[in-house]
């Protein structure tokens, strides 16, 4: 499977991004969709995922400010980030994680640059 990530930018502190991570190609059955991000110098760090049953978990830095969704039809997790923080900056990844006839898969996209000013 393929994602592709889209929707970062540039943004002041208190704004709004929305990111998309579209998935394409050979479906191996997901169960769960995740955001990573990384800033410069640091290791990437789980931001958010969800479930194939819709299940949503946040790092604490983000909860109650990011929020994890899925369009099945759209085969599209989305992650709505508000509030944006200038720690919030780095490059988001999206990873899919499931199986293909009883192997273990899982797929990264390209990252999208989010940059929050202050």
């Known amino acids: 499977v393929q994602l592709q990530a889209s929707g970062g930018g540039l943004v002041q502190a208190g704004g709004s991004l929305r990111l998309s991570c579209a998935a394409s190609?050979?479906?191996?059955?997901?169960?769960?969709v995740s955001w990573y991000r990384q800033a410069p110098g640091n290791q990437r760090e789980l931001v958010a995922s969800?479930?194939?049953?819709?299940?949503?978990k946040y790092a604490d830095s983000v909860k109650d400010r990011f929020t994890i969704s899925r369009d099945n039809a759209k085969n599209t997790v989305y992650l709505q980030m508000n509030s944006l923080k200038p720690e919030d900056t780095g490059v988001y990844y999206c990873?899919?994680?499931?199986?293909?006839?009883?192997?273990?898969?899982?797929?990264w996209g390209l990252g999208t640059q989010v940059t929050v000013s202050s």
């Open positions: 969800i479930s194939v049953t819709g299940s949503a």
């Open positions: 190609g050979s479906i191996f059955s997901i169960n769960a």
């Open positions: 990873n899919a994680v499931g199986s293909l006839s009883g192997i273990p898969k899982s797929s």
